[in-house]
């Protein structure tokens, strides 16, 4: 079977989990190839899910749904009969937002053949801090649902998510954080211990920032995804008004 996975992730728990995953399809005997959403988005790769036999697309939840990243890819999407597995990734079992009914429906839409759905629960990336020994847990169990899920899609099993029963609340907390995410957006600062290396420039995936005449400056298109204040070498990056919620330092997961 010939496989792509797209997938987003922000702070690396989506990353891990697709990763894992690629590997178990590769072991099975299938081909797999992973692609990170925003290299579709900024138009950096060519976008040809029809040329394979099913076609995986993960993400984590924020704010009950997906990241507005994820809706703008699935918009790009061709509309043909395309096999599709959903996965997502979550800081908390009883926060996952249930089904992503509302990606389904879009995807629908298209014609798309929905053949699995799954979540993960990883440690949170922001919030509450997990101690190491959870960090470890969480992701060993990550592992073992990414087997079972792997299993599942290659014998044909077909599972879904249940549907929420509180869909017009987490359609309000998802409104409401698309709405904190634009008018924090410019928000974001940096103290005087960033040395202008560039990576949260290279790697944000809205290009959201860029570095006007020696300093760093944030647009309006932050979707709060943390990849760049997780990944600054200096630490420099702070929010102050998301502050509160930002842990205290990045957790690494095992490798
Ligand atoms: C802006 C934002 C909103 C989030 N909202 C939720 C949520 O509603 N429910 C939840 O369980 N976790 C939530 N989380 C936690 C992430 O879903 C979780 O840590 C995820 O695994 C991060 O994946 P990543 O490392 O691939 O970006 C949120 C994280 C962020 C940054």
Avoid at 114 to 127: H, I
Avoid at 147 to 175: M, N, W, Y
Avoid at 183 to 202: A, M, P
Avoid at 221 to 230: D, G, S, Y
Wanted: charged share 20%; net charge positive; proline share 6%.
């Amino acid at each position: 079977m010939k496989i792509c996975v797209y997938y987003f992730s922000g702070t690396g728990n989506t990353r891990f989990v697709a990763e894992d995953m690629q590997q178990r399809f590769i072991d099975s005997g299938s081909q797999c190839e992973l692609i990170p959403i925003e290299s579709v988005t900024k138009g950096e790769v060519v976008l040809n899910p029809e040329e394979y036999d099913l076609v995986g697309i993960g993400f984590p939840v924020h704010a009950y749904d997906a990241p507005g990243i994820v809706y703008e890819f699935l918009e790009l999407l061709p509309a043909a009969p395309i096999r599709y597995f959903l996965f997502k990734t979550a800081g908390d079992k009883l926060f996952y937002g249930g089904s992503t009914n509302h990606l389904r429906m879009l995807l629908a839409n298209k014609r798309w053949k929905l053949a699995y759905e799954s979540f993960f629960v990883m440690p949170a990336n922001m919030a509450s801090p997990a101690k190491p020994g959870k960090i470890a847990r969480l992701a060993e169990a990550a592992r073992i649902h990414s087997a079972e899920t792997v299993a599942d899609i290659l014998s044909g099993t077909r599972k879904l998510l249940p549907d929420s029963t509180s869909q017009r609340i987490s359609t309000l907390f998802k409104r409401l954080e698309t709405r904190g995410c634009r008018k924090g957006s410019r928000h974001w600062r940096v103290s005087s211990n960033c040395d202008l290396c560039g990576k949260c420039v290279q790697e944000c995936p809205t290009s959201n920032i860029t570095l006007v005449d020696g300093k760093l400056k944030f647009g309006d298109k932050c979707i709060f995804c943390l990849r760049c204040w997780w990944n600054c070498p200096s630490r420099a990056i702070d929010h102050p008004y998301a502050h509160a919620v930002l842990l205290k330092k990045p957790y690494i997961l095992p490798t």
